[in-house]
């Protein structure tokens, strides 16, 4: 019976070769969205799977009165609140302090990930070991931990436990333990680690880590039935009696630890919350475009399911004989779905998303649930797909199913026109959503940005060289040579460029009105606004000279000078908060430019004098070069930096290249945006074509009725694609005030932004409708083309 | 006796009248009738037909087949009634195009659970007894108009019903088909299956041991 079955399912795919195909290519494209989607969103909930009870983890946030917040705290407050609280039950730092040399025999690393953190920081983490014991591992001052990809650097595929490191080629460490690998989408990321007790003996550390300054992060582990509240207070109350300048706190929030990654990347919630959504969306289009196909073929079949009746067979087998069908079609299509997956999708998230998040990839042993999930789906929608159209039919009458009439077609009207609303609202949603976004981007990219991007190219100069001090020297004879070469019209070496400013704040206040600012900073040399062609508004730049009596100068831009409420230089300075020295002169004032992405506003700025041209403490050189000429500097430059021993090789690339990365990440949501737009519509078109087929094949007669009586093809064009050019209308009036809201506030979160104009709308509209027109005319029209002496032949 | 009808009528509201699709039936079937129903078109006759066939209900009336009161039975009991006794012949065949001959032939017994000795050897006979053996593997499309209708009845006949009903079984056929078709249906009615076929033309009614004329739904 069973082969039986499967022997007509199998040749009602190939009668239907066009239709299976459509829905074949449909379903295999949604499958495949589906899939990357429910990937992504499984390992982002799993990436944190090592942490057991990470519901008892938790984290400490501070909040300014200024109302500033951050996730660091100072130093000493951890063993505090570890000494004074019953309720914790490990507590771990961590945070990165220097970025230590590591050696076994010739083998050199400067891992950048590197962190300190305590003995119970196994504790708040259960962390998985490869080798090693958790138990024990950091609990000693010399105990270093190694990633597996770290240690695989080491040591190879050996067991390095208990094996030396050279720290700084001074110290010894023991290797304790090597991590198994986690996930890329992990709320830590982790290379080395070295336990606290190591680095409270550096000098600068012991200089730097009182009550006032923050810097580390603090995870915490509670018991299962801990008061938050109550451990929030206590927390707050420490900070009172200890911090050195606790007015400035306004709380201590104790934060779980399953908000971390929201917190950290707050646009990941957005995505993954976004992914949800999409796969949600795409599964209901799939779910419904199939359905209504499938009724359509039903249809179709109304006299052979009769005659089956007659014939003996079962309600029940005949839904069985529909769902294997449509098995068959969602099998393939998953199979198909699952390369697509692998091998095109897959990586092409990874493109998107993975400078944000790292890059992710299946792993049978961890991923199997996502397999399971799959087949989940597979079946889900098979039976779906199969059930619900059928159990409209076998409950019809004989004698009138085998006339081929269908009673009770009207009634399921509404539903199917809700359906299409639905579908289309959505694909115009999402086409206005693409449409408006496109223009976001390129209103960013081509925003005017306050300094030149073209002709400057930014060399990396931070190239970990063996020895510091010939490398110095050799740099400065390269300067020399930049200095007498016609093609270079500026250059500058600094700590920061454009798209590269370090998070770094401080607060300052005028000695003279006590007025107090939270500015960010960075330091440069005297070229670095001449360079990048940025005027001053008042003041000057500054010098460079022998004795290099502008270190311990800034220079501000115009936000913060209006913050200050200065209206002139004249014996502007400005201190560092709390610090009563004499802080430092402000010499210039910048126009305002945008040194990050346009989705953030410009803060007040000030760049620290760096002192004269050099390597030491310098990231980048930025070089301005005659156009044409970047090559055959770049390259001289390439060669000279070749002749200085380093770990690291010279790498550059344009400025304009840099600042249009800041828009990666929103170029890779427009091409998702994008895809999913192309995809509903095409979904929802495939699925109007089938609907037209129908309503056609329904309708025969009556257009052979009308063509006879002297309709004209225009006429019956118009009253098979009126209905739905009408549906259409409807979804864009839905549609289009929705998309307007969603994409104002979502243009709220951009500093600077585009005004959504009406345009844009109606073109996401128009673009919908024309799509529909061009599908349903096309089907319109070979039904309207029959001869009428072919189809009133029939009976 | 193998059927009666007592006072069956069936009817459709419209406009708040009733209108009569069949009106006060009485009417009998022994075993090995070959019976012509009869009219112009509209009369009824068809309805009639898928009334004794339990394909469809009636308003009023008694229905008896072979021990049964069919108007009593649930949907189910019906519907298994005539899946037992009754083999249907349609004027466009209703063969299902994704099956070859052979395979039509089967789907009866798949239904009824037959093992597959037994049905490959019920559907032997069969393309013997009509003589398309050459034909088995063929589709339905594949087929002339006559040997399509054969294989109707072939398929009709194969679970050994009682009863035969053909509802124009030569509309769609040329004459020399028509004929040949007739032939095979008295041929099996001398064999002992009984036949009630609706039919249009005064030729094929002689084929029937008697008639039964309808006029707008009456019995005259």
Known sequence: MFKHYLKIAYRNLLKNKMLSLVNLFGLTLGLASIMTLVFVVHVYYNADGFIEEEENVYYLKTFTTSGHDYNQTTYPLLEKIKNSCPDVVAGTHFFDWDLPLLSYQDIELQERRTSYVDADFFEVFTLPLKYGDDRTALKNKYDVVLTDKVSKKFFGEINPVGKKLVLNDTLSVKVAGVLEPISSYASLRLGVLLSTQLVEDYQNFKEHTGWSNSFTYNMIRLNANADVQKFENQVLDLVRQNYAEPSHIKAIKVVPYTEVRVDNIPIAGIIIKGAIATIIFVLLIVLVNLINLNTSVMYGRTRQLAVKKILGDHKKSIVFQFCLENGLLVLISLVVASFLFAWVLLPEINEIFGGNFGEIAIEIPNDYPVILYFLGLGIFITLIVGALPTLRFISLPIAIALKGKINGVRKNLFFRNVFIVVQFSLAILFICTAIILNYQISFMKNAPLGYEQENISIARIDLEYTDKESAESKFSEILDKLKSNPFVQDFSTTQIVPSAYYRSYTNFMDPESGKEIRIRYGRTDANYFKTLGIPLLSGRHFKENQSDTDIGTIIINAKAMKALGWTDLENKRLVNKGETSDGFEVVGVTKDFHYQGMQNNIEPLAHFYKGKQQLKNNNYLMLKIVKGKEQQVLKQLENDFAQIPSKRTFEYEMLSHKTNAQYDLLRGILKTVNFVAFFTILISCLGMFGLISLIAKKRVKEIGVRKVLGASITRILLLLSKEFIALVIIAGCIAIPVAWWLMNNWLQTFAYRIDIRWWMMVLGGLLALLIVGITVGIQSFKSAMVNPIKSLRVE | ?220
């Open chain 2, 1 to 220: 006796m193998l059927l009666q009808l007592k006072n069956v009528s069936k009817w459709v509201q419209s406009g708040g009248q009733k209108i009569f699709l069949l009106k006060d039936i009485n009417f009998w079937v022994n075993e090995g009738d070959f019976i012509s129903i009869m009219g112009p078109s509209g009369s009824g006759k068809s309805t009639l037909l898928n009334v004794i066939g339990m394909l469809d209900n009636f308003n009023e009336g008694e229905y008896s087949f072979l021990e049964d009161s069919v108007h009593t039975l649930k949907e189910k009991h019906r519907a298994n009634l005539y899946k037992q006794y009754i083999g249907f012949v349609f004027q466009s065949y209703h063969l299902i195009d994704e099956l070859t001959v052979k395979e039509n032939l089967e789907m009866p017994l798949l239904y009824k659970k037959f093992g597959a000795s037994e049905r490959k050897s019920l559907v032997g006979d069969m393309l013997d007894r009509f003589n398309i053996v050459g034909k088995k593997d063929l589709f339905p499309s594949q087929l002339s108009g006559g040997q399509q209708q054969l294989v109707g009845i072939a398929r009709a006949l194969i679970a050994s019903p009682k009863l035969i009903l053909a509802d124009e079984p030569t509309g769609n056929l040329n004459s020399k088909q028509g004929e040949e078709i007739m032939e095979t249906f008295t041929q099996l009615n001398k064999e002992g299956v009984t036949i009630i076929q609706v039919t249009h033309s005064e030729k094929n009614m002689k084929y029937g041991s008697r008639v039964i004329n309808l006029l707008d739904g009456s019995v005259v």
